[in-house]
Each structure stands twice: as structure tokens, then as C-alpha cells.
């Protein structure tokens, strides 16, 4: 289905974790806080929005050409329901367990339940229904059904569980996802249901570094390496890696902060080395190749550390904004 407006804002704020924040809101959720909102699953990732969007970083690399566009779409598609990006404060996120297309969503800032709502459905190639559960209303959107050639000819209703959903918990805090997630989100919330928050390991984890502008933790299945490996790219077997987690900070730079935890200390150490021999020989192919565009790019690598503790990969990096406003052009 097209994407519309609202859509198109909620999925740019989930997929924007690798982009984007730090003035609080009243009544706005704080990302742990919104981790207590979501219900269990095998990944998780939470991003404070303002914080990313006021770092020196983003003011520097929005103003490029080829990101500038993409940014003004996104500020006119919020405007036209009503919000804006200064609207937002935190986004997190959680996948099921084993599955990359369906998310389940919780945005904190400052809303217009009233406003957002007459706006969608002042659009005429969208159509706004809702339903109960458990006392919350939930709201889907949807396309408007085409118009017919005859009048015999009925427009199909639409699929349930398809389109988007959504969920106002309060004047500060959204549910976004499909049918099941956002009712997933209801029942963590009144407690019907575990939450990410109380996943053992995620929650462990995500918890270490609650001020970092990203954060990210994943369990890590056979299937999820094994598609790695059929890839065709010439890397480790990373079969022994059973989370992935970290931290994505965004100041005058990008540091990113992830580590690799393995079923052994042995396994741990066979990967670590080679990630290490893997970066030594990409270095060497940037460094000496002829493209100026790739110059930058082996200087980038050069912030790359990989160490190995115990039954962890530590991998460490920095992206300035130089290097990626040179990559850009």
C-alpha cells in the first residue's frame, strides 16, 4: 500500500535508528520507561531523537544536498498530520523473535490526539478506522477503497491485521505496529504480559548504557547466521554468536560500540582474530586504491578497534562528519 503520511512517519522513525535526541517533555516517556511498554521479543533498539537531532553531527550532515531533501519530505509529511520531528522525543522498537518484517513500536513526545486524528481522515486516499481492546482504542490506516466501474463491483474490505496501527496511550506516548503487536503492547502494559524490559538478557544489556543516544540488543539465531554465510561474502563462521548489542553516540561524530557475545571463550577469540585480519586486509585494499572517494573511508577504518574478553568481541569505531560528507559528494 502507498505510504501515507502517518506511515511513513513512524517507519522512518524505527528505521532511522542508524541516523537519529535533549529537552525533556512533560508527560513524555523516557526510553527505559517505554521498554516496559513492549512486549517480549528477540531484538530491541531505543533512540532518542533530540538528542541526535540537536548534535552538531546531524546540524553538519543534514545540510547536505542528498540528505537535506529526504529530511524536508519527512518534516512535510509530519506537517500534513499534524507534527512535527521536534515532536518526538524517543522511538523504541522490538522485533520478534526470529522475524525482521513485523515491529512493534512505542514513540514518547508531545501529541494532538484530536488533531492527528482529523487530519488523516480529512485525507481522501486514506480511510481511518478503530476498534477496542481492552479498553484502548486502536486505530487503523488504511488506503481509501478505489472507486468501482459498476455498481455491482464492491470494493474488498481490508484484510485484518493489514495497514497500521496505532495506539494513544496518553498525550505523550504513541503504539505503532500491526494489529498483534500493538495489542502485544497493550498487554505488556497492564502487565497481561511479559515486557522486553523484563527479558533477562536484552534487558541486562540495554540497561548498561541508558544514556547513550541508540541503543540495541539482539538475541542471535542459526537461521540469522546462517543467512550471513550463504551470502557470498568471505566471512567467519559466526555460528557461536548468540547476542549482538551496543551503543550508537551521536555528538561532533559517530561512535558506535558493539559487542559480539559467543558460547565460548575459544569461539570468541577464533572470531576476533579473524575480524581483525579481515579489517588489516580491507584497510590495505582502501588505502592503496586510486578512488579519492575511498581515501576517507580507509582513514574511517583506521578508529576501528576489535578486541576480545573473555566470551565477548568488543568492536569499536568512529565516523566523523568530514568522512561522511566527503562520501556523499
Do not use: C
Not at 524505527?14 to 541516523?19: E, H, P, R
Request: hydrophobic share 45%; proline share 4%; no cysteine.
Amino acid at each position: 500500500m502507498k505510504r501515507i503520511a502517518f506511515v511513513s512517519l513512524m517507519l522512518a522513525l524505527a528505521v532511522s535508528i542508524s541516523l537519529t535526541g535533549a529537552s525533556a517533555r512533560a508527560g513524555a516517556q523516557a526510553g527505559g520507561d517505554l521498554l516496559r511498554l513492549l512486549p517480549d521479543g528477540g531484538a530491541v533498539a531505543v533512540v532518542d531523537v533530540q538528542r541526535t537531532l540537536t548534535s552538531s553531527f546531524w546540524t553538519t550532515v543534514s545540510s547536505h544536498d542528498k540528505i537535506r531533501g529526504t529530511f524536508e519530505k519527512v518534516q512535510t509529511e509530519l506537517s500534513g498530520v499534524g507534527l512535527r520531528l521536534s515532536d518526538v522525543r524517543t522511538v523504541a522498537v522490538v522485533l520478534p523473535s526470529g522475524n525482521t518484517k513485523d515491529f512493534t513500536g512505542v514513540v514518547s513526545g508531545s501529541f494532538n490526539q484530536n488533531d492527528i486524528l482529523s487530519r488523516l481522515r480529512a485525507k481522501q486516499n486514506v480511510k481511518v478506522t478503530s476498534e477496542t481492546y481492552k479498553n484502548v482504542e486502536i486505530f487503523q490506516v488504511n488506503d481509501a477503497p478505489k472507486a468501482v466501474a459498476t455498481a455491482q463491483a464492491e470494493p474488498k474490505p481490508a484484510a485484518k491485521n493489514n495497514g497500521f496501527y496505532f495506539a494513544f496511550y496518553d498525550a505523550g506516548t504513541i503504539a505503532i505496529g500491526n494489529l498483534a503487536g500493538v495489542q502485544a503492547s497493550i498487554d505488556a502494559r497492564s502487565g497481561a504480559r511479559p515486557s522486553i524490559a523484563q527479558n533477562a538478557k536484552l534487558g541486562a544489556v540495554m540497561a548498561e548504557n541508558p544514556a547513550a543516544a541508540i541503543r540495541f540488543a539482539a538475541e542471535v539465531t542459526p537461521a540469522m547466521t546462517q543467512g550471513i554465510q550463504t551470502g557470498g561474502v568471505p566471512i567467519p563462521d559466526l555460528s557461536s554468536i548468540k547476542m549482538v548489542f551496543g551503543t550508537i553516540d551521536v555528538t561532533s561524530s559517530i561512535d558506535i560500540n558493539a559487542t559480539l557475545r559467543h558460547d565460548t571463550a575459544e569461539h570468541a577469540k577464533a572470531i576476533s582474530d579473524q575480524l581483525n585480519g579481515l579489517f588489516g586486509m580491507l584497510k590495505g585494499f582502501l588505502g592503496s586504491s586510486s578512488d579519492p572517494k575511498l581515501a576517507p573511508i580507509a582513514g574511517a577504518l583506521d578508529s576501528v578497534r576489535i578486541a576480545n574478553t573473555d566470551v565477548d568481541v568488543k568492536i569499536t569505531g568512529s565516523l566523523s562528519q568530514d568522512v561522511l560528507v566527503h562520501i556523499l559528494k
